[in-house]
């Protein structure tokens, strides 16, 4: 079978979050368990500069805006994943973030910019760019790359079936409807029944609506989509796809998250040795000048500081729980005001709350190895790879019963127990639970067994890897079945 995956992003070369961890992760994983895997990018400097062996494929022309715009196909750095690149110097080369300038604004030519990356998409599934190779499925991530499944639900000639995969409602692409002439789609496309929203025009709603299999990132999510409170206005197209929507837990990366062989931390470790995991610790105390106190709880959070994340629960939570003689390690960048009451927490708090304001990979994994607990109190969370990597290494989680962290911390029975896991969005539910944890750890053996069951579980790929070569194939006669679009 072969697949081609649709993103903007790709770790390590463009990453605002988990998902360049999935479009780094899950090819790999699909092309081991069988599959004929390919990568579609948008031309981001990053991307152009790191891309192996590159040449042209196609020469497209002028389009969206663009003046001169190649296909080009060379291979993921350091492996043999085929990736081809849309190379549109005018739309993609510049400074800044994939979506966003470097002021945080939105690119004001985004419209243009995605649907290019959609459009080339569902022309390689039309047998139309690269005769060489033809996708069977076209796997779309977010926003970024829905527009593929309008585009492939505008040729009805197109076999491939298209597969769109929900990472984040929350972020839906949403532009002016008087931009519509721009994407060049067929007019019945700009109804309630095809892209418009609310009087926009969302490219979200295209991969609800015209994929032929819609997957989220774990089965709670999926349920959530289709309510009022996380369906985020789309809950009734959600629902109108009925059993086309289904969840299905990421994996996490276990070649660049393995204590075992991790080169950013202090001492490597595993489930039996456990040693090294104390000596990661001391060290981040050290390093991050917090007290080294061996009895101290220390609470690390790794995010995106965003209202979604919740963490101004841990903001709230955080004077009460430094009085009780819990430690914070944070490290985050987004919304100003968290940035800011997250410094002032640390300034409140010497040597018991550190903080950094920034992105830094090997931070990130100096703080999940030196740890003892890891939070994700989320409002909502699709997926959530943090907690997974707090498993994977020992830590164990303390997150909100809600989305994918639902689906993948256990909690309750102490046999089975892998973190903790409280129910309200308040201060008060999430320090209940960390003051259950520093109960817990008082209890050597009990502490130790709660971790090694975390880092006992499966989080691979293979798993989910499985999962979804058998929704492609439920794809593929779902189109073959039926015709696509609006009104159909
Ligand atoms: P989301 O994609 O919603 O941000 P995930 O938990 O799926 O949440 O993925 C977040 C990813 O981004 C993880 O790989 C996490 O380690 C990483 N990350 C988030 N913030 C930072 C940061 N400040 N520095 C380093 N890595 C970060
Ligand atoms: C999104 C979600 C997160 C998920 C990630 C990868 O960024 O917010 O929960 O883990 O995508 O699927």
Redesign the pocket.
Known sequence: MKVLHVAAEVYPLVK????A??TAALPPALAEAGADVRLLLPGLPAILDAVQSARTVVDIGACFGALRVRLLLGRMPGTQLPVYVVDAPHLYRRRGGPYQADDGTEWPDNLQRFALLGWVAAHLAADDADPAWVPDIVHAH?WHAAMACAYMADHAATPAAAVF?V??L?FQGLFPSQDWALLGLGSRFMAPSGLEFHGQLSFMKAGLKFADKVTT??PS?AREIATHEFGCGLEGVVRGRGADVSGIL?GIDEAVWNPAADTAIARRYDRDQLAGKQACRRALQDTLGLAVDPHALLLTVVSRLTS?KGLDLVLAALPALVADGVQFAVQGTGEPALEAAFRNAAQAHPGRVAVHIGYDENRAHQLVAGADVIAVP?R??????TQLYGLRYGTPPVVRRV??LADTVADGDPASQTGFVFDAATPGALEAAVRRAQHLRRDAAAWQALMQRGMAQDLSWAGPAQAYLALYGQALAARAAAPRGPGA
């Open positions: 605002t979050g988990g998902l961890d999935v977010d995969t990472h984040n929350a990132v774990s999510y990421n979604q989320s909502f969370e699709p997926c959530g790879l989305g994918g």
